[in-house]
């Protein structure tokens, strides 16, 4: 606990100098932070897992850069979570290094125009040349993928899904996508016309064990920046509760604030609870109700401090404002609120007894 208390003292100092005087300026005007990602990755906060971290030291982590940056702390997950540590997981590639540190941007290639959330549908080809293999199609909603240096990409080889390391070359062209919120993260439609590799990660045919794998802790990932943004949007309408008077009285001083702040305060912490379980078992089912129950609660938890800030909260060079925007992703990135009933209907289906749950 020390150690863990020690590693969130020291990022909140990085914090307050590093990536607060810039959080405004990310957002407004949707732009990308790259030396801040190279001072992220010389402290081990870019990839905190390949640092020694666990999985639920790396998710407070994001809690605590998601308080002050939705899009810094998307920036670490797409990083961190959903393209360096799958390679590392499932090969020995020597990329790792670089994207650790900072030096190289990547992006992760999956979902397409045609398919999201039906991933195994996806139409990118892997076809053999060589000793490598050719990849050509589409990839939609790659985070960094405007400056990403390299890309795992999710292709259908002869022998079925299967993970590849592809370099960014003449051959790979990106269109910026105009988002609403988590703005400076280079969004990016990717466009994939014969590109070479003879990198692939893990075996293929078991491309889908790779982009699960990003997935599942990626869904932990993301639900901790959902409750960062939650706390940052509280704790900045607490505040305004503090000192704003209202008819003669501080407006923390009306029952009803503060039973607001209560009743998402509560639902937060039980969230919390669920993030420390979820990280630790990566059980399908934890996960899925973690992701499902954090966005939702989260997205709740920015929607009252907003209104608890009512005009203040709804202009622009708020925490919350910003949040109230960035929030939104997490009921859709990584896996939408609609994938996780699926999941955990499905265990329910499959496991009748109620102490098989968890």
Sequence with gaps: MQETELLIENLRDFILREVEPLAEKIDREDWYPRDLVRKMGELGYLDPMGNGLSL?????ILEELAKVSGSVALIQDAQGELVTEPIRKFSNNDVVDELSSGKIIGGFGLSEPCCGSDAKS????????????????????????LYADV??????ADEGLSAFLV?????????????????GTGTAHLFLEGCWTDQKIGNLGKGWEVAKYALTIGRVAISAISIGLAEGSIQEALDWARQREVMS?????????????????????????????A??????????????????VSQEAVDVALQIMGGMGYAKGTKTERAYRDVRLTRIGEGTDEVQ?????KYLKENHRSTQFF
Excluded: H, P
């Design 56 to 60: 639920y030291q790396t998710c407070l």
């Design 122 to 145: 996806i139409k990118t080809k892997a076809e053999k040349d060589g000793g490598g293999w050719r990849i050509t199609g589409e990839k939609m909603w790659t985070t960094q993928g």
């Design 151 to 156: 890309f795992l990409i999710i292709a259908k």
């Design 167 to 183: 370099r960014k070359s003449d051959c790979l062209k990106t269109e910026k996508i105009e988002v609403m919120g988590n703005r």
């Design 249 to 277: 009285q501080l407006l923390i001083n009306y029952q009803g604030i503060r039973w607001y702040i209560a009743d998402v305060m509560s639902k937060l912490l039980a969230v919390k609870s669920l993030l420390k379980d």
């Design 279 to 296: 990280s630790v078992t990566l059980s399908d089912l934890s996960v899925s109700s973690l992701k499902l129950f954090s966005s939702n």
């Design 341 to 345: 009933k699926n999941i955990i209907g």
